[in-house]
């Protein structure tokens, strides 16, 4: 191991390890799934904190008659709630009551979708708390809503939506909405709580991940199914809605492979066991004293749906056969210094009946590539990547206050001339809660030659200053 690797690779846990543990626990409280077709109701008030319409189109030619507004710029929107079409889309006009045009408080919705906005009673915003963090929303709005394909069979159960914005007013959310099927499964464990979510706003609820592996996929382009022991109750909000699963091939569930399929409607779900050819997956890594060790989670795409490692699976995992793209972050050597997430470089191909090893070893390189964006400005803008053998590139770097928890922290990126002296201080890009991307570093005012790169981040603890060095050269 060099020593800019030693520097950089004491590596801590991900910010969502303390919601991927509360997750884990409540997976394995469910138990195994028993396999059957249950019957699902449905309900108006499921409401799920996250749970917004689609976005559609703009175009908002379709909004026929508006009324008269405050402001001078109300803003239009359409949003998708059970089709894919914008004829079928759901018209809304944000309004500043105040007129000042900077801070929007109220929302004209087309409740009866007839795209006609001026026969709708304005909403005006309140505040309002969405899982502990306070907003401006409006109350909630009655719309006709159909529950599976209009040419075949469906229900014709309304849904609710209100608008949501920031507390400032400046920034629309979304249009947040809720309705969706409630059952109980069996398992072995007892009984299982099930909410099914019409998550991509299409009118069914049995879409399922469609993906070829080369992107991770948002759960917009799938449904989702929540599960949680059936002794609590989450309709309210109040506490957790459940673990949320993509519908896909084979859904992973504590550490099991199952089938579960929805009618369009939304109203059966089935639960199987999964019959498919499957392989295993096992990532090992080496710490910062060379030595074997695991990963504190992995995240794997592939044509049979998303699939996760997380650190009690000691780096291995049952999935379905075929090719992966894969992200891993490297097990902790100790409770602070920097977490290091990487990135696969190459597709991992996980063959039916076998155990695939990948080892994220090798040795660490660092580069600046310079982006000329014209031939007048050349060093305008670089990417900086920091490469493990030929198998990983790392593609973000972070720092979790072992005391405080989750808790990203920039890391500030310094160059030093041959004479030792500073001639770049710049800062990766992102932002604190979303970890600190090593990518990206715009307008660096450097000549060519050659720098010491020094890597600098405050642990806040006794720690201290966290130092990673490493020779570049800009060519």
């Given at each position: 191991?060099?020593?800019?690797?030693?520097?950089?690779l004491?590596v801590?846990t991900?910010?969502?390890a303390?919601v991927?543990?509360?997750f884990?626990?409540l997976?394995?409280?469910?138990?195994?799934?028993?396999?059957?077709t249950?019957?699902?109701?449905?309900d108006p008030?499921v409401t799920v904190?996250?749970?917004y319409?689609?976005?559609?189109?703009?175009?908002?030619s379709?909004?026929?008659?508006?009324?008269?507004?405050?402001s001078?710029?109300?803003?239009?929107?359409?949003?998708?709630v059970?089709?894919?079409?914008?004829?079928?889309?759901?018209g809304?006009i944000?309004?500043?009551?105040k007129?000042?045009?900077?801070?929007?408080?109220t929302?004209?919705?087309d409740?009866n979708?007839?795209?006609?906005?001026?026969?709708?009673?304005?909403?005006t915003?309140?505040?309002?708390?969405i899982?502990?963090?306070?907003?401006?929303a409006?109350?909630?709005?009655?719309?006709?809503?159909?529950q599976g394909?209009?040419?075949?069979?469906?229900?014709?159960?309304?849904?609710q939506?209100?608008?949501?914005?920031?507390?400032?007013?400046?920034f629309p959310v979304?249009?947040?909405?809720?309705?969706?099927?409630k059952?109980v499964?069996?398992?072995?464990?007892?009984?299982?709580a099930?909410t099914?979510l019409d998550t991509?706003?299409?009118?069914?609820y049995?879409?399922?991940v469609a993906?070829d592996g080369?992107?991770?996929?948002?759960?917009?382009?799938a449904?989702?199914?929540?599960?949680?022991?059936a002794?609590?109750?989450?309709?309210?909000g109040a506490?957790?809605?459940?673990?949320?699963y993509?519908?896909?091939?084979?859904?992973?569930?504590g550490?099991?492979?199952?089938?579960i399929?929805?009618?369009?409607?939304?109203?059966?779900?089935?639960?199987?066991?999964?019959?498919g050819?499957?392989g295993t997956?096992?990532?090992i890594?080496?710490?910062?004293?060379?030595?074997?060790?695991g990963?504190?989670s992995?995240?794997l795409s592939?044509?049979?749906?998303?699939?996760?490692?997380?650190e009690?699976?000691?780096?291995?995992?049952?999935?379905?056969?075929?090719?992966?793209?894969?992200f891993a972050?490297?097990?902790?050597?100790?409770?602070?210094?920097?977490?290091?997430?990487?990135?696969?470089?190459k597709?991992v191909?996980?063959?039916a009946?076998?155990?695939?090893?990948v080892?994220?070893?090798?040795?660490?390189?660092a580069e600046i590539?310079?982006i000329a964006?014209d031939?007048?400005?050349?060093?305008?803008?670089?990417?900086?990547r920091?490469t493990?053998g030929?198998?990983?590139?790392i593609?973000?770097?972070s720092?979790v206050?072992?005391?405080l928890?989750?808790?990203f922290i920039?890391?500030k990126a310094?160059y030093f001339?041959?004479?030792?002296?500073l001639?770049?201080?710049?800062f990766?890009?992102g932002e604190?809660?979303?970890?600190?991307?090593l990518?990206?570093?715009?307008?660096?005012k450097?000549?060519?030659?050659q720098y010491?790169l020094?890597l600098v981040m405050d642990?806040?603890?006794t720690v201290?200053?966290?130092?990673a060095e490493?020779?570049?050269?800009?060519?």
């Open positions: 191991m060099n020593k800019f690797f030693a520097g950089l004491a801590v991900l910010t969502s303390g991927g543990a509360e884990d626990k997976e394995q409280s469910m138990g195994r799934l028993a396999p059957g249950y019957q699902l109701e449905w008030q904190c996250h749970f319409c689609v976005q559609q189109s703009m175009n908002y379709l909004i026929k008659i508006e009324p008269s507004f405050v001078a710029h109300p803003e239009r929107l359409l949003f998708r059970d089709s894919l079409r914008d004829e079928e889309a759901v809304v944000l309004d500043a009551s007129g000042t045009g900077t801070r929007y408080d929302a004209y919705i409740s979708r007839n795209w006609d906005i001026s026969d709708d009673e304005p909403v915003s309140k505040i309002n708390t899982s502990g963090y306070p907003v401006m409006t109350d909630w709005v009655d719309i006709p809503s159909h394909a209009v040419s075949g069979d469906h229900c014709s159960y309304p849904i939506v209100r608008y949501v914005f920031e507390t400032g007013g400046k979304g249009l947040q909405r809720r309705g969706g099927w059952g499964a069996s398992s072995s464990s007892g009984k299982v099930v099914l991509n706003a299409n009118g069914t049995g879409d399922r993906t080369s992107v991770d996929l948002p759960s917009r382009f449904d989702v199914v929540l599960l949680k022991p002794t609590e109750d989450a309709s309210d506490s957790s809605p459940g673990c949320g993509l519908l896909q091939n084979a859904c992973q569930i550490g099991c492979l199952y089938a399929k929805a009618s369009d409607i939304g109203d059966r779900l089935t639960i199987g066991e999964y019959t050819k499957t997956i096992k990532i890594a080496e710490n910062i004293g060379g030595e074997p060790t990963v504190s992995a995240t592939g044509d049979n749906g998303k699939f996760k490692i997380t009690k699976d000691s780096g291995e995992a049952q999935v379905p056969e075929g090719n992966y793209v894969a972050t490297i097990k902790p050597h100790s409770e602070r210094g920097m977490a290091l997430v990487c990135k696969l470089t597709p191909d996980v063959v009946g076998q155990c695939t090893n080892s994220l070893n090798g040795s660490v390189k590539v310079l964006e031939a007048n400005r050349p060093y305008e803008k670089m990417d900086f920091i493990i030929d198998v990983a590139v593609t973000s770097a720092q206050h072992p005391e928890g989750a808790g920039p890391v310094q001339d041959s004479n030792n002296k001639a770049l201080e710049t990766t890009s604190q809660k979303f970890g600190c991307f990518r990206s570093f715009n307008k660096p450097l000549t060519p030659g010491t020094h642990t806040y603890s201290g200053v966290i130092k490493r020779t570049v050269v800009v060519k």
